[in-house]
């Protein structure tokens, strides 16, 4: 059976106490905290067999080589890809995107081609775009939203036109939860012969991501989302759509033959990881891999249905409270955007924090999306594997505690509230 609080245990900074209180950690969404299997696996590599990789024949260089390729095996796996060729690695989802706008999008795409997103994305998957709009007039269209936070597909056969040459969208919204159909867009962009590419940021560490179900030609994720340590991204393709990229970053480990005038290029997924990778972090990553797979995706899903449904009720019963995204657990992730009415949520933010509370308060890398809620910026709550019950009940109860706050000052300034 799935146990939250004994998973717990196994995260040595959820015991920390911040203020005086126990920590309450809610900034999932942002980044996840990390497993002492994680911590372990780079204390090990550091101790035991520290050396650069697929360059030396030594022991430590042979041992540090075969971790490092076992951790992109293990990510292949994780994500239903038929082999570890199509897996490269990044620094994170933002620079996993930028490959693609940079060694995919500027070697094809032309004036007057189509780029379709959505209204919801993320900073990242909306500025590379735009950096390569300007460079070659390429035609920005988005995919709007409705009232409800999801996409709105009602004008998509008028959006999707055989101008579009790529179809990139986020499979779930890190503002709304919103889980979108990734599936039914992929099949519609390929009718009109488009790529796919798939923002896996929020998905890929919260729910089963399998490329072949979702029919993507391209998916990106990071591995700090995920229980993994910072600086290692990924970005997955079908090798047939990598073979047609430029290479992106130039040097020593991308290569086949260099000459004073040219260059042939290394096999993928090689050709696009030039000189000394993130090793440490991405055998961590094949830790943290380790972690979610004995776990099973299906139960971490099904616990954070479950604390979204428990949050959304616990959380419509504070009066002033609005929040946004689906109301149907099923259909959006444990990631909770609201606003207290009277309060700035940076003061929300920090007065929780005050409690042992953590939430991201601000526009969450989503501009685009605050204007169409008519906001300046949100607090957000998000969850994980080891997020409980009681962690939801602590939110609310300091929320309560902020509104007294706020209400009490109102009535010490003497002014309605
Ligand atoms: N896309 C989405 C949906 C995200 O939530 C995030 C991070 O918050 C990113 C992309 C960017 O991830 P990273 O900062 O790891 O590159």
Known sequence: MFDARAIRKQFPILERQVHGVPL????????????????????????????????????????????????????????????????????????????????????????????????????????????????????LRHIGITDEGYLDLSNLDELLTERTRLVSVTHMSNVLGTINPVRLLAERAHQVGAMVLVDGAQSVPHLPVDVADLGCDLLAFSSHKMLGPTGVGVLYGRPEVLETFSPFLGGGEMIQEVYLDHSTYADLPHRFEAGTPNIADAIAFGAAIDFLSGLGMEQVREHEVALTSYALRALSQVDGLTIYGPQDPQHRGGVIAFNLEGVHPHDLGTLLDQMGVAVRAGHHCAQPLMRRLGVPATARASFYLYTTEEEIDVL?????????????AGRRAGRAV
Do not use: C
């Not at 929320?399 to 009490?408: D, H, R, T, Y």
């Open 24 to 139: 309450v950690y809610l900034d999932n969404a942002a980044t996840s905290q990390k497993p002492q299997a994680v911590l372990d696996a780079l204390t090990d590599y550091y101790t035991r067999y520290n050396a650069n990789v697929h360059r030396g024949i030594h022991t430590l260089a042979e041992e540090a080589t075969a971790a490092y390729e076992a951790a992109r095996a293990r990510i292949a796996r994780f994500i239903g890809a038929a082999g570890p060729e199509g897996v490269l690695l990044t620094r994170n989802t933002t620079e996993a995107i930028n490959l693609v706008a940079y060694a995919w999008g500027r070697r094809h795409l032309r004036e007057g081609d189509e780029v379709l997103l959505t209204e919801m994305e993320h900073h990242s998957n909306l500025v590379p775009w735009h950096l390569l709009a300007a460079e070659q007039g390429v035609r």
């Open 396 to 408: 609310v109860t300091s929320l309560e505690k902020v509104k007294e706050f706020f209400v009490n």
